[in-house]
Structure formats: structure tokens, C-alpha cells
């Protein structure tokens, strides 16, 4: 009996994990199928530890050649700064000082903010980095959604969970929560106002022609 | 033959740069070209600068000086940077050193630069001011909200005469479509007043920068840029006329640079800016 209840379990665990690699590939497939925009709206947490309402426009050309584009609404002290990320190299455009600092993909980390805009507009590599765990499902105003646990691989992601809603009716990020490793919340957001838009790489690097361009390594 | 060897003896900080360039990859390379109306006022110029782990090293060389610095930068993404570096600067007439330090976060931008040279500077490098002595200056800007910016500058100066002047300049920038700046200023006990306009003409961005002081000084600056293409390559032209009377034009497209300007006398200063590295 006990021998029974073992391995149902270990099925119920596999069926599980089955789902969750199943959800991210449908959510995968869903945000590849064309260019899409979200305004991200909550609260993130500052470098020194206050909490911010934040909102950005989230702008994603998925595929081969993928290019986002982060632009900042809220804080009001962020205003006009936007970060563009391709394969290669981020840019970081800084209103105030109208500087636009181009960095190579692998060093452009954010630190302080709790997580890394780098990858908010790549949900595979997001998923690829963390061990997932399917919690259960959850009513919300946009309809049935999967609620999902993610831990990270490795400590460079910046947070020590992560907990995302996923609709179920168009396979999608609705919500997304992160947290350190004493429970508290460094990022609430939410993703509204979603819709595929015919975006184009030009636009998405636009850019204030006379910033003055710094390149690091 | 007696006037070449000092000649040759001038042209050594060139060939030290050939010498640094074959043993090290640069990140960027840019040659000009100098040239100002008189005798003996022709000077070919070599900048470049080159990764050292997470620090900037840059070279300037001319004949008869040559300029080190070094050069670093913490980035904080969309949140901000700061940055700081310092040249040293040495030549057959004089030396000079240059520290800076700058930064954005959040609402706040700042940068400070002091520099003292015990010659002209435009003796240790043909694009900087034909002063010398000490030089002191403070930025700084502020965000009231995400329309409205205050500026302020603060200048002092204690030239190779043992002159002193000071300087203070404080604007106000709204930014609707188009960036509107109005602002009051003194310089050396002149009084001026300051309008700005910024803004894209067209679609492909053009954008053009304007900005009027007047009073007991005058200077326009203007400034005109094109994006030529995704690659971050611009037309751009610039103007500044001022008086007491100078002016300056400028145009780079591409990877080229050409500067015209009269100052006490006509000079023109050709450059070609050659970028390499892993991060094209």
C-alpha cells in the first residue's frame, strides 16, 4: 500500500512537473507568435529599500533577431529613461543626462532593483534559469489563470522566488511577484493592457538623435 | 639638417602612440588633422582608447604633448551612473592635470571637473580653451517632476595672470513635445539671459538644439542631427557664434569629424574616428 501511495505521488510529481514544462512552452510559443506590447504596472523596490510605484511599456519583437524595449512612466524620476535589449547589447537611455550607455548583453545587470529587466522580455531564458513548480490555478478579472513557482538555479538572478499568473484561455504572464530570501517583496507587477502590435526594430531603438553614446565593455 | 632633428624630436609623442597602438587592441582609434592660420601651426592628432578591465585607458597626442587618462563608470541601468576620470597632460611648454566625476540617479544629476594646467590648455590639445591656470565647475540638475528640470552651473576661474572670475548660470527646462529652457546667468560680472528650444522636426528624428545667451554676452548654439541609420550613425552640424566675437562649425557624419572655427585667428581640425572591439 505504502509502495502504491509512493508511486502515486511520483506520478502526481511528474504529471505536475510535466504540466509546468508544457505551460512554459505554450506561453513560449503564444509570446513568439508576433510582436507584442504590455504596460507593467505595480511596485518595485528600490535600491534604498523604499517601495515605488512603478509602470513601464513593455515593447517585444520575439524570434530570432528578439529586441525589447523597456520605458519607464513611473517613477516619476525615471521618466523618459528607456533600456533596449537585443542578443548582443543592451542600451540604457538616461534622460536627464541624455546619454545613451551601450553594454554587452553578459555584464548589463541591474543591481538594486531586485531583478533584472534583462529578462523580463525573454520568458524561455526567465523559465530556463529557475526550477518551477506548478501551484494550482486561480480566478482572476482576465479568466482562469495557472499559478506558478519559480526558484532561481543560482543566486545571480537577484531574488529568492518568483510567483507568476498565468492565463490559461491565451497563455500569458498576467502577474508577476519576486521576492528575496527573508520573504520580502521586491517586485509586484502586473501586465496590462496586452496586444500584439506591428512593431519594427526601428522603433523600438528609437532614440533622441544627438545622445551622446558611451560604449563599455 | 639642424632644423629637422627638432623636428623629429616634436613628432615623438606620435610615433609613441604607433608604439602603444602595436601593443595593445584599441577600442577606438581617431586621427585628425590641426591646422591654424600662422607659422608652425600644424599638428597631426592621434586619440585612442583602450579597455584595462573595467576601466577606460585613453591617449591624446599631438606634436610637442601627449595626455593619459583613465576613466571608469558604475552603471545602474535605467536608474543611472556614475562616472569619474583624470588626465594628465604633458608637454614641451607645460603640464597639466584634469579630474572629473559625474553622475545621474534617479532625479539628480551632477558633475564636478577641476583642472589646472601652468600652460594654455589648447597648447596640451588643440580642442581644448585657449586658457590656463585653475579651472573649477560644478553641475548639477534636478527633476521636479517628469516635466520640469532646474539647472544650475557654477564656474571659477584663476587664470595664468593670476585673474580671477567666476561664474553662475540657473535654468529652468519645460519639456512639452518640444523642450523650452529660459534662464539668468552671470559670467565674470556680465549679466545674460538664456532661452532654449529643443526638438524633432520630423519623423526619422531629426533634432534640432538651440540656445540663445544675451545680455552684456552673446553666444547662439545651435545644433542639428540627423540619424543616418539603426547603427547610431548621425549627420550632425553645430554652430556657435558668441561676442566678444568667435565662432565655431561643425559637422560629423559618419566617422568623420570636421571642425572649423575663428578665435583670434582661423583654424580647422580634420578628424577620422575608427571604432573596434567586441562591442561594435
Known amino acids: 500500500m505504502k509502495k502504491l501511495l509512493a508511486i502515486a505521488v511520483l506520478c502526481l510529481g511528474l504529471a505536475m512537473a510535466q504540466s509546468v514544462a508544457e505551460i512554459t512552452r505554450q506561453v513560449q510559443t503564444n509570446m513568439d507568435r508576433s510582436p507584442w506590447e504590455a504596460t507593467i504596472t505595480g511596485k518595485i523596490q528600490l535600491p534604498d529599500g523604499s517601495s515605488q510605484e512603478a509602470e513601464f511599456k513593455l515593447q517585444v519583437i520575439p524570434g530570432k533577431e528578439q529586441l525589447a524595449r523597456v520605458e519607464f512612466k513611473k517613477p516619476a524620476a525615471l521618466e523618459g529613461n528607456f533600456v533596449v535589449i537585443s542578443d548582443k547589447e543592451v542600451w540604457n537611455y538616461l534622460f536627464l543626462t541624455n546619454q545613451l550607455i551601450i553594454q554587452p548583453r553578459a555584464k548589463a545587470r541591474i543591481e538594486g532593483l531586485g531583478f533584472n529587466l534583462t529578462d523580463l522580455g525573454d520568458f524561455q531564458e526567465l523559465t530556463e534559469r529557475l526550477t518551477l513548480r506548478l501551484l494550482g490555478e486561480q480566478n482572476t478579472p482576465a479568466g482562469a489563470a495557472w499559478r506558478i513557482q519559480g526558484t532561481p538555479k543560482d543566486a545571480s538572478l537577484g531574488f529568492a522566488s518568483m510567483e507568476i499568473l498565468v492565463l490559461k484561455s491565451d497563455p500569458r504572464p498576467l502577474a508577476i511577484t519576486l521576492r528575496d530570501s527573508s520573504n520580502k517583496l521586491l517586485a509586484d507587477l502586473s501586465f496590462n493592457n496586452f496586444r500584439r502590435a506591428n512593431l519594427t526594430a526601428q522603433a523600438l531603438r528609437k532614440r533622441p538623435a544627438d545622445a551622446e553614446v558611451l560604449r563599455r565593455n | ?280
Open chain 2, 1 to 280: 639638417m639642424a632644423a629637422i632633428g627638432p623636428k623629429i624630436y616634436r613628432l615623438l609623442p606620435i610615433a609613441c602612440c604607433a608604439l602603444f597602438l602595436s601593443h595593445a587592441t584599441a577600442q577606438s582609434l581617431t586621427f585628425g588633422l590641426y591646422g591654424r592660420l600662422g607659422p608652425d601651426n600644424l599638428t597631426p592628432t592621434v586619440e585612442a582608447t583602450l579597455p584595462l578591465g573595467d576601466l577606460d585607458l585613453s591617449a591624446r597626442l599631438q606634436r610637442d604633448a601627449l595626455g593619459l587618462g583613465l576613466g571608469g563608470a558604475l552603471e545602474f541601468s535605467a536608474l543611472g551612473r556614475l562616472s569619474y576620470s583624470a588626465r594628465v597632460s604633458l608637454g614641451l611648454v607645460g603640464w597639466g592635470l584634469q579630474a572629473a566625476a559625474g553622475g545621474a540617479l534617479g532625479p539628480l544629476a551632477a558633475n564636478l571637473e577641476a583642472a589646472y594646467s601652468n600652460t594654455l590648455r589648447s597648447r596640451l590639445w588643440v580642442g581644448d580653451e585657449a586658457e590656463g591656470g585653475l579651472k573649477l565647475g560644478l553641475g548639477g540638475r534636478y527633476r521636479l517632476d517628469p516635466r520640469q528640470t532646474l539647472g544650475l552651473q557654477l564656474g571659477f576661474k584663476n587664470d595664468l595672470a593670476g585673474i580671477a572670475r567666476g561664474a553662475a548660470e540657473l535654468s529652468y527646462a519645460l519639456r512639452q513635445e518640444q523642450t523650452y529652457t529660459f534662464g539668468l546667468g552671470v559670467d565674470d560680472s556680465r549679466l545674460y539671459g538664456l532661452l532654449g528650444w529643443r526638438g524633432e522636426l520630423d519623423e526619422a528624428g531629426t533634432l534640432l538644439e538651440a540656445t540663445l545667451r544675451a545680455g552684456q554676452l552673446g553666444r547662439l548654439e545651435a545644433a542639428l542631427t540627423t540619424p543616418l541609420d539603426e547603427e547610431l550613425n548621425n549627420l550632425k552640424l553645430h554652430l556657435t557664434l558668441s561676442y566678444p566675437w568667435a565662432a565655431t562649425l561643425g559637422v560629423e557624419v559618419y566617422s568623420l569629424l570636421a571642425e572649423a572655427r575663428y578665435d583670434n585667428g582661423f583654424s580647422l581640425w580634420i578628424r577620422y574616428k575608427l571604432i573596434f572591439g567586441g562591442n561594435p
